[in-house]
């Protein structure tokens, strides 16, 4: 099953589930109707539920999951009947994670109600101390996302972030994309007559040279990985066994491997991106090397541990 499939499926058996608990039973063919099912998907999901649960896997650690004749039935496990307590980090890391996507512009409206809740309890006096900042997306996205569609060739003047040093370049940009909480734009650099990604908010000026150029056919996945460029910044990273899936997901250097330890050099256009993948892995990951990134790792930590009150009702 391909990955896209699987997804789907995912989503549409997380949706069916509390729709069902709520109710208590509903009818077939309005589950089929609501959700898109055939009898025989509705049939395999309402399968991979029943041995849904807790390792024990007794009475009371799986999910129920059945037709009873025209009636879906799903009883949830005694667990999922309680509402879990998040740590404080799950809700911290939860609480950064809707903020960034808020802030790259594709957020709903369910998902900021959640997120303002969230907030409330959370950090009710937060200031800028842990704001997930997003750049504006008003400042050169526009501009850089419609010459890249239209083929034009632009000039920015851009400061690197690791060596601070300011240049002048030509750039021909095949996309522009956000992650990691910041809007970057990806193309050819003709001042290196190489590919580069820029982040958008080290451009100071920008404007159309008046060129246009044609962009290559095998353009790299936006968001997902990047050529390193002279002002990336590197870090050297040790990678504990439920680390390993950066291998996988990451452009990296490979240093060392014991296939259950293995030691990185990783890449990014700034250290903020480090520092926050190093948060994300904990105790999985060690930094063994990068100033920058220990930097900001330790700028990172003192504003959560700052902001940290949260209490056991959490």
Known sequence: MSSNRTADRLNRILALIPYVLE?????????????????????????????????????????????????????????????????????????????????????????????????????????????????????????????????????????SVGKEQTTVREVEPWTVFHTMGRWYVAGYCRMVEEQRTFRLDRIRELEETGETFTPPEDRPEPGVGYSPSDGDVAAVIELGPNARWVLEYYPVEVLSDDGETARIRFWAP??????????????????????????????????LLSRHRLGPET
């Not at 480090?274 to 790792?297: C, H, I, K, N, Y």
Request: negative net charge.
């Open 23 to 159: 109710q208590g039973v509903v009818d077939v063919e309005e589950v089929i109707d609501r959700f898109g099912y055939t009898r025989n998907q509705l049939l395999k999901d309402l399968n991979t539920v029943f041995v849904c649960g807790l390792p024990g896997y007794g009475p009371g650690d799986l999910m129920e999951a059945y037709l009873d004749e025209d009636e879906v039935v799903i009883d949830a496990a005694d667990y999922f009947k309680r509402a879990p307590r998040l740590t404080s980090t799950e809700a911290l890391g939860l609480l950064a994670a809707g903020l960034t996507v808020i802030g790259a512009g594709q957020g709903t409206p369910a998902l900021e109600s959640a997120v303002s809740k969230l907030m409330a309890k959370v950090m009710p006096d937060a200031d800028p101390a842990i704001t997930v900042d997003v750049v504006d997306p008003t400042e050169h996205v526009a501009e850089l996302k419609s010459a890249a569609a239209d083929g034009r060739v632009v000039r920015i003047t851009y400061t």
């Open 270 to 303: 700034d250290p903020e991106v480090t520092a926050r993948l190093l948060v994300r892995l904990g105790s999985s990951a060690r930094l063994v090397d990068g100033p920058e990134v220990a930097q900001r790792l330790r700028e990172l930590g003192e504003a």
